[in-house]
């Protein structure tokens, strides 16, 4: 499965981004999908997750109640809502799919596909 990260931007604080992952090869609507982002000089973190079904949500501590992950199977998309946009969550963000169907993995070498990232720039 081929995955392209799209929709990121520059952005002030307190604003919304609303980011998307589009699949094709595979049947990606049988894949978790996860949201990851990446800053200058930090690792990559874990900051949502959607099973395959989209009913099973993850979210990293540091985006609970701001952000919500979702997937429309019709055109093979994953998004990721960001609100109330902070400069912290400056970064390039990835999505991620993995076959695995148990709980929602926050492990970057658990996934098997990566896309490209979207960076994301929130002002101050």
């Known amino acids: 499965v081929q995955l392209q990260a799209s929709g990121g931007g520059l952005v002030q604080a307190g604003g919304s981004l609303r980011i998307s992952c589009a699949a094709s090869?595979?049947?990606?609507?049988?894949?978790?999908v996860g949201w990851f982002r990446q800053a200058p000089g930090s690792d990559r973190e874990f900051v949502a997750g959607i099973n395959w079904s989209g009913y099973s949500k993850d979210y990293a501590d540091f985006v609970k109640g701001r952000f919500t992950i979702s997937r429309d199977k019709a055109d093979n998309r994953v998004y990721l809502q960001m609100n109330n946009l902070k400069p912290e969550d400056t970064a390039t963000y990835y999505c991620a799919a993995t076959v695995w169907v148990g709980p929602i993995l926050r492990e970057t070498g658990r996934y098997d596909y990566w896309g490209r990232g979207t960076l994301v720039t929130v002002s101050s």
């Open positions: 090869g595979s049947t990606y609507s049988s894949y978790a």
